[in-house]
């Protein structure tokens, strides 16, 4: 799995190289969405073919999951879960936070994972049960409690059509605010996961069902030692309507929180 998880941290390297030299000093000048999604198209799809063949030559058998925030995740067999611009709003905005990501299921359950921002200089790597490291060393969480925690919080795409987690995300902000220093929108879903498992984040939660966006993340939160569960201190799945990733001392401290949400 070693010598996989290497090839795949080369390829995602390789498009991350190839984005950030397109990428615009200036943000992006789009009067209209229609124009905002041209543009975007015109680097991503480039980005996104390059990534499938890089990663289809190394796993020929896998299949590929196109739709990038589908809400549901195949059961069976192996399927590549990538998303070459994670973080477009940021990325056609001239800001350096988004990634490249690139992850491997496995019977619905990710197997290995690559989080890659390259203006950052900072790489995510993890395989199932072999721990997770940044730029290639060993990371785990920070101990922390609320009084000292670093929060962050996101909304997955379409959160405006459910009702439910939108009103989940206001009240469990309003919930956590006077808990913490600062609470933080830092860009993709995947790579602020990854940070609490760095220990750069304590902890990142996020309301309504985001599987795509949430799975690298997981992977490389839970093999850091940071505590993977929804809101409510439940294990998470991929069809969870919520997501908490957090180092262990301040885990218990939040879902005492949003439990109330």
């Known amino acids: 799995m070693q010598e996989l998880l290497d090839a795949v941290e080369r390829a995602v390297r390789e498009v991350g190289r190839h984005l950030a030299g397109r990428q615009g000093a200036e943000p992006l000048a789009a009067a209209t969405p229609a124009e905002t999604r041209a543009a ?23 299949g590929w999951l196109d739709d990038e925030w589908a809400r549901e995740v195949p059961g069976d067999g192996e399927w590549w879960l990538c998303d070459a611009t994670d973080g477009a709003v940021q990325y056609l905005s001239a800001l350096p936070q988004w990634a490249v990501t690139a992850t491997l299921l496995r019977d619905g359950a990710p197997v290995l ?25 060993r990371r785990a969480p920070r101990p922390r409690t609320l009084a000292t925690a670093l929060a962050a919080t996101s909304q997955p795409p379409g959160v405006a059509r ?9 009240a469990s902000l309003a919930a956590v605010l006077p808990h913490v220093p600062a609470v933080r929108n830092l860009g993709p879903t995947a790579l602020q996961a990854a940070q609490v498992g760095s220990g750069h984040l304590t902890l990142f939660w996020q309301y309504g069902a985001d599987p795509a ?12 030692g940071a505590v993977v569960s929804d809101a409510q201190g439940a294990p998470w799945t991929p069809a969870a309507p919520s997501f908490l990733a957090a180092a262990p001392g301040a885990h218990a401290e939040l879902v005492a929180l949003l439990r109330q949400v």
């Open 40 to 62: 975007f198209d015109a680097l991503d799809r480039p980005a996104a073919g390059l990534l499938r063949e890089r990663l289809t030559a190394l796993r020929p058998r896998a």
């Open 113 to 137: 994972a690559v989080v890659h921002a390259p203006l950052a200089g900072a790489t995510y790597t993890a395989a199932a049960g072999g721990g997770a490291r940044l730029n290639g060393r």
């Open 162 to 170: 459910d009702p439910d987690a939108l009103r989940a995300a206001g």
């Open 213 to 224: 966006n949430l799975l690298p993340g997981a992977l490389l939160a839970a093999e850091a």
